[in-house]
């Protein structure tokens, strides 16, 4: 089920949360939501799920409208906030057949479901404990849980991978691309290599605004106005004489140390020039073993902070 954003605004007296954003995001994408706190991220995943009213727009969720039918919009939506509210004195299995009832699952398929979410979500061993007895990686899979028990066309998780360790992170992540193939996932998270290896599409919101929309590899694109290289060189030659035959170069713009204590080099060019000849050539000139000379691709934390520090 696609999402439909329009012209949407959150105002707090003179300040504006969400400054007038419109989107689509369509059925099977799953979308890294990202942004500096106090962006307005979290603001517009709560009016998505109808935890808040805009001051302007509208959200449709298919052809439901969060201001016309919200109820229905609720229903159509599995959400996962960022502090995940459980009732702790609850056993797992009782809380999630209290959040199945909640969501409308019928009487017949709640034990069914609560099954499927125990195994997708790695509870077996736990089921029967209280959730406060729970780590903070299983509680987080508790949340995950009751996010998808009523099997919701779309799914919000706020920093879903919170608490969990290396191996959960990578079975949650599978899980969230599986969920992904059928359904309509909005990931909103501070881990960003963990967004590249989930989603198929991010989008950075900053000051209320969206500042960039595309895949990874598009953004980079974007972002890659100059050469950058990665420059090694094997040679017991003084690294401050090989950073200023470097800097002397024509081409280059600017040369920074990558290593305490090899001749390992990263070299940005001038704009819409190459420098990669000229360092082989320099190379040759002073006798000098050039081991790697490989690009530098732009990394999406570099692309965040320079679209997010203004």
């Excluded at 995001?25 to 990202?34: A, N, P, Y």
């Excluded at 290896?197 to 929309?213: F, H, P, Q, S, Y």
């Excluded at 600017?254 to 390992?264: H, I, P």
């Excluded at 000849?277 to 530098?296: A, Q």
């Amino acid at each position: 089920m696609d999402i439909l954003v329009e012209s949407l605004s959150k105002k707090y007296g003179a300040q504006r949360a969400v400054d007038n954003i419109s989107f689509q995001i369509k059925r099977g994408e799953i979308i890294g939501f990202l942004g500096p706190n106090g962006a307005g991220k979290t603001t517009t995943m709560k009016i998505i799920t109808c935890f808040m009213a805009p001051t302007e727009g509208d959200v449709k969720i298919g052809d439901h409208s969060i201001r016309e039918n919200p109820e229905r919009v609720k229903q159509l939506i599995g959400y996962l906030p960022e502090h995940n509210p459980l009732y702790l004195d609850m056993p797992v299995i009782d809380y999630l057949k209290f959040v199945a009832q909640l969501q409308g699952v019928k009487k017949n398929m709640v034990e069914q479901r609560i099954r499927e979410m125990v195994a997708k979500c790695g509870l077996n061993a736990e089921k029967h404990k209280k959730i406060g007895e729970l780590s903070k990686g299983f509680r987080q899979r508790v949340g995950l849980a009751q996010a998808m028990i009523h099997n919701p066309e779309i799914l919000i998780l706020d920093e879903p991978t919170t608490g969990l360790d290396p191996n959960q992170i990578v079975e949650i992540r599978n899980l969230i691309r599986e969920l992904g193939k059928e359904k309509t996932v909005i990931l909103s998270t501070h881990i960003l290599p963990e967004v590249e290896a989930t989603c198929t599409r991010i989008m950075i919101i900053n000051k209320g605004k969206i500042v960039a929309d595309g895949s990874s590899a598009t953004l980079r694109k974007q972002a890659q106005g100059q050469e950058i290289l990665k420059v090694k060189i094997e040679d017991e030659s003084d690294r401050n004489l090989i950073y200023a035959s470097l800097r002397s170069i024509d081409t280059v713009s600017l040369v920074d140390f990558l290593s305490a204590n090899e001749n390992v080099f990263e070299v940005q060019s001038k704009p819409g020039l190459s420098s990669r000849r000229n360092i082989f050539e320099m190379c040759i000139k002073n006798k000098w073993v050039l081991t790697e000379l490989s690009g530098i691709e732009t990394r999406l934390e570099d692309i965040f902070r320079n679209l997010t520090m203004n």
